[in-house]
C-alpha cells in the first residue's frame, strides 16, 4: 500500500502519529523466512516493541521464541502469555527481576539469561541466593573478527572468543549449583548490522563487503568449533546466531545453528535501505504536521526530532518519505520543536498539511508514541474499519531502557 492512500486512511487522524502498513509488515515477515530457509527466527523484540506486532509476527510459521532485551521485559511478555520460550539478549543487573524470576518456576523454565562470566553467575547468586529454581542460561561468544593482533572489528561484547575460552565457562557453569548452560549466542555485528551497499558510497561498500566475506567465513569455522566444544560438557538446547542482515550467511550453517534473530527487517527502517541482498519494506512510517511556512520551498514541521542511536552521523537522523523531493536543512535538521523540510515540493504544503517521515531504526520510533495506528487497505473492500490504535511499549508505561 502506498504512501498516499495511507493518508488518505489517517486523514482524520491529528499528527504527529505514527502508522504500520500491515501489508508491508506482513511481507516483510514472510521474506525473512524464505531468506532464512527452514531455519527457526527468534524475533529480537527490541526492534519492535509493540506487543501486538510481536504476537502478529509469531502467528506466522517459521517464527519461534523472543529475543528480548531486558530480563523485566521478557518477564512481562511471559506473564501476557506471548511465548513460553524467552532469551534475554543482554546480561541482567536487574537485582529485582531476578529475584522475580527466581520467585516464578514458570518464568524461570521459560528464559534463559545470557552470561559471559563467572562474575554474572557470582551477581545472579547474590541477588537471588541459594533456594531457587535452576537458572537458564545462554553463553554470549564474541563474534567479532580479530584478524590481526590489536584489531578488533565487530561489537564490544563478550570476552569468549576462543572455542577453549567457551569451553572452559561452560564447564564452570555447569558445575556451579542452581544454574543450567542451555544455548549460545554469537551475534555477527560486523556483518549483521552494516549494510553491504551504502547510497553514495561504493568504495565503502565494496570494502564492507570483503571484510564481511571474511569475517563470516571466519566465523563459521570458529562458531562450529565451539558448539563441538561445549556439546561435550553441556546439553545445548539451541545456538543462537544472525541478525536481519546476514540471515543467508548464517542459515547455512547446517548442524551448528538452530535458530536465527531477526527483528529489524520486520519494519525496514532507513539503516536497512544499503544492502544488496534484500530490501524490506517500510512498514512503519510517522506524520508531522506543518506548522510554520517561513519560505516559498521551506515547510516547518512540529516536533520530529528523533535521533537513533549509535555513532553520530547522517544515517542515524530520520528521512523525509512523503511527498518526494523533500530533505532535511544542514542548519537545523529534525529538532526537538520543531524540524524544516526544504525542495520543491514544499511550495504546495499548507498549514495543517502532513510530511510523512522513517526512522533510521526499527524500535526506537516505539519509544516516541504511545500508540501505533495499524493499517489495513485490505479491510475497506470488504466494509470493515482499516485502522486500529494498538499500545507501543511506553504506551503500556513499559519503557525498558
Known sequence: MGVRRIEEITREIEPPFAAVDLAAFDENAHDMVRRAAGVPIR???????????????????????LMCYSLAEALWLHGEGLSDDLLVAYPTADRAALRELAANPAAAAAISVMVDSTD??????????????????????????????????????????SPAQVRRFAETAQ????????????????IAGLGDAPPGRPLRGALLRAIQRRSAAELAQRRAAVVRAVREVADLEFVNGGGTGSLERT????????EVAAGSGLIGPTLFDGYRGFQPRPAVLYALPVVHRPARRIATLFGGGYIASGPPGADR????????????????GAGEVQTPVSGASARDLRIGDRVWFRHAKAGELAER?????????????????????????????????
Open 317 to 332: 537522523v530520520p528521512a523525509p518519505h512523503w511527498p518526494k523531493g523533500l530533505g532535511l536543512l544542514g542548519t537545523e
Open 43 to 65: 524475533i529480537a523484540t527490541k526492534s519492535v516493541r509493540c506487543r501486538e506486532l510481536i504476537a502478529r509476527a509469531l502467528r506466522t510459521d517459521g517464527y519461534s521464541g
Open 120 to 161: 554474572h553467575l557470582d551477581f545472579i547468586d547474590a541477588a537471588t541466593g541459594p533456594d531457587r529454581p535452576d537458572i537458564r542460561l545462554c553463553a554470549e561468544v564474541d563474534a567479532s573478527w580479530k584478524p590481526l593482533p590489536g584489531v578488533h572489528i565487530g561489537t564490544r561484547r563478550s570476552p569468549l572468543h
Open 251 to 258: 542459515a547455512v550453517e547446517e548442524g551448528v545453528i538452530t
Open 369 to 401: 508514541f504511545n500508540r501505533y495506528h495499524l493499517i489495513d487497505g485490505r479491510l475497506v473492500s470488504v466494509g470493515r474499519s482499516a485502522v486500529e490504535e494498538v499500545p507501543t511499549y511506553r504506551g503500556e508505561g513499559r519503557s525498558f531502557g
Open 175 to 190: 558445575r556451579r549449583r542452581g544454574f543450567r548452560l542451555v544455548g549460545l549466542m554469537a551475534y555477527e555485528g560486523q
